[in-house]
């Protein structure tokens, strides 16, 4: 047996019983004989901070996704109305459209804590933010969705708004 410096850290050997006839039990969990060295791990980081972050946003920002995913769905599916001549499929989703991506607003909006924060995201577009980009297309889209709805308005209505080309 050789001895090294790093003897002095090994923990001491529990002493060997001798046998006394028959066969000897192992230790351990499981009747292998294995003994644990490492003890169980425990997911926690360091000064009792959680591993993994809680998402920054609440229920609004789901509400947002969500409804912003069923106003495109039916915006697209009134295009497709639109080119296949189903009026009323047309009429029906782009006023869906138009309704979600309004409650969709006001979920972002009340997300952001003020109104001013969204307008402060349109002063500028940087490309390398996914927040100011996603305001922008939520603006454009929101505008394209209105102008549809007004005109699908203005045909329930016998055309007595007065909207003039849309």
């Known amino acids: 047996m050789t001895v090294s410096d790093f003897d002095s850290y090994r923990p001491p050997e529990p002493e060997r019983r001798k046998r006394r006839g028959g066969k000897r039990r192992r230790a351990g969990a499981g009747g292998r004989g294995e003994v644990p060295v490492v003890p169980e791990a425990t997911f926690a980081s360091y000064y009792?901070?959680?591993v993994i972050k809680p998402p920054p946003w609440g229920s609004p920002i789901a509400i947002y996704?969500?409804?912003g995913g069923v106003a495109g769905g039916s915006a697209l599916l009134g295009v497709g109305a639109q080119l296949s001549g189903r009026r009323e499929l047309c009429r029906n989703s782009r006023l869906a459209a138009f309704g979600a991506i309004?409650?969709?607003?006001?979920a972002l909006i009340a997300d952001l804590g003020r109104p001013e924060r969204f307008l402060h995201m349109l002063r500028t577009i940087?490309?390398?933010s996914p927040m100011s980009l996603g305001s922008w297309i939520l603006t454009a889209f929101s505008a394209a969705a209105g102008v549809a709805a007004a005109a699908?308005?203005?045909?329930?209505?016998a055309a007595r708004l007065p909207l003039g080309p849309l």
């Open 102 to 106: 309004g409650a969709g607003s006001v």
């Open 48 to 50: 009792g901070q959680p």
């Open 65 to 67: 996704l969500f409804l």
């Open 126 to 128: 940087k490309p390398s």
């Open 152 to 157: 699908e308005v203005d045909r329930m209505s």
